[in-house]
């Protein structure tokens, strides 16, 4: 709640400035600003929480909160709720996950390991090179979790999870 209200606080007073300068390196353009921005306003609150838990568009919904000017007793409450959403997902995974891949990681010994290393390096060497230098780091940088990076690549390659995700978004007046 202090990192959201932090990030909040700055993205409104004097971080303003550095976000339209530097902001683009991290993910946060102008143009993806000023889209977020808009959702905010149209949709003000649940727009913060479902904003604030997902994945890509965590830090842009604190920083589009804080640059469309709405007051920090409206804006900070469903940002922090949104992260407790985040972070409670996650736990869940962990907990119901965590045992399955402690006993996989435990049974898998020398060159298996070696081999999903391997693996893992091949891809993320592949889809930085296949999206570009800086636009595989950036999209990475956006949804660090095993699961995110498989649910926004699959959104990209999937016109029809595509599709779906927008309808149940648009639906459940998510952003």
Same mark, same amino acid.
């Given at each position: ?7 909040? $606080?700055? !993205? ?52 589009? !909160? ?24 996650? /736990?869940?995974?962990?907990?119901? /996950?965590?045992?399955? !891949? ?46 995110? $990076?498989? $649910? ?24």
């Amino acid at each position: 709640m202090l990192g959201t209200a932090a990030l909040f $606080l700055i !993205a409104r007073g004097p971080g303003h400035a550095l976000v339209e300068r530097f902001g683009a390196r991290f993910g946060l353009t102008r143009e993806r600003l000023d889209k977020a921005s808009g959702v905010v306003e149209r949709r003000g609150r649940p727009a913060l929480v479902v904003g604030r838990a997902t994945p890509g568009l965590r830090t842009a919904t604190v920083v589009a !909160a804080g640059a469309s000017g709405l007051h920090a007793r409206r804006a900070i409450p469903a940002l922090a709720l949104g992260s407790s959403v985040f972070l409670q997902l996650h /736990l869940a995974l962990g907990y119901f /996950l965590g045992p399955a !891949a402690r006993d996989a990681l435990d049974s898998a010994r020398g060159p298996v390991i070696a081999v999903l290393a391997a693996l893992v390096i091949g891809a993320a060497l592949f889809w930085i090179a296949r999206r570009g230098r800086r636009a595989g780091a950036r999209a990475f940088t956006e949804a660090a979790c095993p699961l995110c $990076l498989t $649910l926004g690549w699959l959104s990209e390659r999937q016109p029809i999870a595509r599709r779906q995700t927008a309808t149940s978004m648009s639906s459940t007046g998510g952003v």
